[in-house]
């Protein structure tokens, strides 16, 4: 399973794109090419429930920088 996280940045304040970057990486997120900026590889198994709190943690980590963002987990890629 894998998580893909796409983020919308906005130019008028917060932080800059390499700033949300290494936020991210330090959670295990690893910048790709593509529809999305990032993945994030659970290995064979993950829960919705481990999936859910994960997505608390990246919510409280890109607070107040300035971001939106979108996550989607599935088995594979699009």
């Given at each position: 399973?894998?998580?893909y996280l796409m983020i919308w940045y906005n130019s008028d304040g917060g932080a800059t794109p390499?700033?949300?970057k290494n936020r991210l990486m330090s959670l295990g997120?690893?910048?790709i090419q593509g529809p999305y900026d990032y993945v994030y590889d659970?290995?064979?198994n993950v829960d919705v429930y481990e999936i859910l709190e994960f997505g608390d943690?990246?919510?409280l980590s890109l607070?107040?920088?300035g971001v939106i963002f979108k996550l989607e987990t599935s088995e594979g890629y699009h």
């Open positions: 399973m894998k998580t390499s700033e949300i997120f690893q910048p659970w290995g064979d943690k990246v919510h607070q107040d920088m």
